[in-house]
């Protein structure tokens, strides 16, 4: 079984353009359909998120009244963008959400709910108040906020891992996993590293 692992940045305003150009290359390189694509998100989360993407829009379009509409669907469309990049490309693929049944606590049960505002308010400070849209100064800013030293792993990449291995079982195919970068790094204790220790074959790209 072969894995084909991209490794995201959340926040990236170009994640869906990068994610779905690896995933049409993907579909061109094989005669078969994944057997499955893992997202790292639980069903119920994600779909409150896409639902907040109109939201989104909408407070974009007041903070900067000056870009265009492919602009700000862009960085509407960049909301959770993990969890359905792939459904033109490969529809009816079945799902696993590697965050299925995660819990919060209050704070993050309010960051979901209002997660429209929370990402405006990221971007926001981002860029500065006052300032003009720019999506490559915003991709720009978002990776030089990613923490380059590596983090240490915690209980969910050994949760992805275990979802992942028991769903390969009996199968000779091929799949996707769509993973913040972190997990997909070549360390000990990293879903990634679980995975090829348990000899599966994994394919990392890094999409950036």
Request: charged share 30%.
């Amino acid at each position: 079984m072969k894995i084909y692992i991209a490794g995201v940045y959340h926040f990236d305003p170009f994640g869906r353009t990068y994610l779905q150009k690896w995933l049409k290359e993907l579909d061109v390189q094989h005669n078969t359909r994944p057997d499955f694509i893992a997202v790292e998100w639980d069903k119920d989360i994600f779909s409150k998120i896409k639902n907040q993407r109109g939201e989104f829009y909408k407070l974009a379009h007041k903070e900067w009244p000056n870009a265009s509409n492919d602009m700000l669907n862009v960085l509407k469309d960049s909301l959770g963008y993990e969890g359905d990049s792939h459904v033109n490309i490969f529809p009816d693929i079945e799902v696993l959400w590697l965050d299925g049944g995660r819990k919060g606590d209050h704070t993050d049960i309010i960051s979901i709910n209002s997660y429209a505002t929370v990402r405006l308010n990221k971007y926001r400070g981002l860029l500065g108040l006052n300032t003009p849209l720019e999506l490559s100064i915003l991709n720009k800013k978002v990776l030089e906020g990613v923490n380059s030293n590596s983090s240490l792993s915690d209980e969910r990449d050994t949760k992805f891992s275990e979802l992942i291995l028991k769903k390969v079982q009996g199968k000779d195919g091929w799949a996707i996993v769509i993973v913040g970068a972190n997990h997909a790094r070549n360390e000990t204790g990293r879903m990634r590293r679980i995975l090829e220790d348990n000899k599966l074959i994994c394919e990392v790209t890094i999409l950036r």
